[in-house]
């Protein structure tokens, strides 16, 4: 069956009947889902997602019913559904994008450059959880047979539908070997997480670290305790409606300081709250009884990740005592392996953040354009290998 044409307009993504096209693969199919809404949230996350709380059915869904994506964001819908015999086997949640907007994977100077030379780099396939620069499941199947039919599936569904490529961003390391070996580039990038070493508390963190950075920690953490307030961790039922109204404030100053428009609607945190308040982690600054300041974490089964900071008041290094600080004082607390403090952010090494590689890969349909990607992505993974080196090297952990 061809393509549905709703490639060629793709402010309507979200309206078209995507769901008739088919890609098949010997006894497998693939279909395109125009919302997550089209599946049963129970045979999406049993299809092997890891316990990452990005890739559940419930935070897509809050991400469309709440308008984050969707008609005007130029996130459209089009997730994967690989079934084998009629049973589901594999998903991977996609997007038609008009832009390269919320993905931090920045290919920016790619759209500029094809554009310069005549193709039309949007619309692109994106496969990727939007506005969440988190390493997890992209190919969501227990099945590498599963999962490289997904790769296939997004590159035949993107060339026969005219887009320039398909893209998936922070997916795992096991992943990206499959896309490499399904003809994707590969693409390396840097991220800064804490690593929790069996510390039994955060004093026993700092004896690992050099004097110095030890000392200058401490003073850190009590000088923005000294804000005249109290800190409160907050998760599940703790987390009441009055929170969410103080975050939402916070996120609306941060957002629009750092990219003119937050990309999170008002009702996903509310929908977030119904239903994913236990994977969350809200940090809290209050002040006479009121909220000055909080950081949004989401909660793994094997680590915390850090999302969103925001503030009404400045106090020193109050945010690094709450997007920093006290994420690793939960880690600790509760055994958790690491800590990832979201994309970016070289600041994060003096406080035990250690340079990490995250994956990416890269279907690109135009020859030419795939083989000047790939000559440029080689130079980018050395510089990238080199600078993580010399990073951890400068890192704040004693010698030896």
């Known amino acids: 069956m061809s393509p549905a044409p709703y490639w060629k307009s793709p402010e309507g993504a979200d309206k078209a009947r995507v769901q008739h096209y088919l890609c098949c693969m010997s006894e497998m199919t693939a279909s395109v889902l125009p919302a997550i809404s089209g599946i049963d949230a129970a045979l999406w ?29 130029g996130w ?60 997890g499941p992209r190919l969501i199947s227990d099945s590498p047979q599963v999962q490289q039919a997904l790769l296939q599936a997004m590159a035949h569904l993107a060339r026969e539908s005219g887009l320039s490529g398909a893209h998936v961003t922070f ?7 499959l896309g490499e070996a399904a003809g994707f580039l590969p693409r390396a990038t840097e991220q800064f997480h804490w690593l929790n070493r069996g510390y039994a508390s955060f004093d026993e963190f700092l004896a690992e670290l050099s004097s110095r950075k030890r000392k200058a920690i401490r003073k850190e953490r009590e000088r923005a305790q000294a804000f005249g307030g109290t ?68 909660l793994g089964p094997d680590a915390v990740y850090g999302r969103y900071w925001g503030c009404i008041e400045d106090h020193p ?8 600080h006290r994420a690793i004082d939960w880690a ?42 790939a000559d440029y992505l080689v130079r980018e993974r050395q510089a990238v290998s080199h600078e993580m080196a010399v990073l951890t090297e400068l890192g704040p952990f004693r010698r030896g």
């Open 45 to 73: 996350d049993g299809c092997g997602a890891g316990g990452n709380p990005f890739t559940t059915h419930r935070f897509l869904a809050a991400l469309e019913a709440s308008g984050s994506v969707g008609d005007g964001t």
């Open 76 to 135: 459209h819908p089009s997730h994967l559904v690989a079934r084998i015999g009629g049973k589901v086997a594999g998903v991977a949640p996609c997007y038609l994008k008009t832009h390269s907007q919320g993905e931090y994977i920045f290919d920016h100077a790619w759209a500029q450059a094809y554009e310069r030379a005549g193709g039309d780099y949007y619309p692109k396939l994106q496969c990727a959880v939007p506005f969440t620069p988190v390493t």
């Open 171 to 177: 997916c795992t390391e096991a992943e990206a070997g």
């Open 231 to 298: 800190i409160r961790s907050l998760t599940g039922d703790q987390i009441q409606p009055a929170h969410w109204d103080a975050f939402w404030h916070f996120y609306q100053d941060t957002g629009s300081r750092k990219w003119g428009r937050p990309y999170l609607t008002r009702g996903f945190f509310d929908l977030l709250h119904d239903t994913m308040r236990d994977d969350c982690l809200l940090v809290l600054a209050e002040r006479d009884g009121r909220p000055i300041a909080g950081a949004l974490n989401l």
């Open 317 to 324: 290094f109050l945010h690094f005592e709450l997007c920093y």
């Open 332 to 373: 600790i607390a509760h055994q958790l392996p690491r800590v990832e403090a979201g994309a970016q952010g070289e600041h994060k090494l003096a406080r035990g953040y250690l340079p990490t590689q995250t994956h990416s890969l890269h279907w690109v349909r135009d020859q030419g354009f795939h083989d000047a990607i």
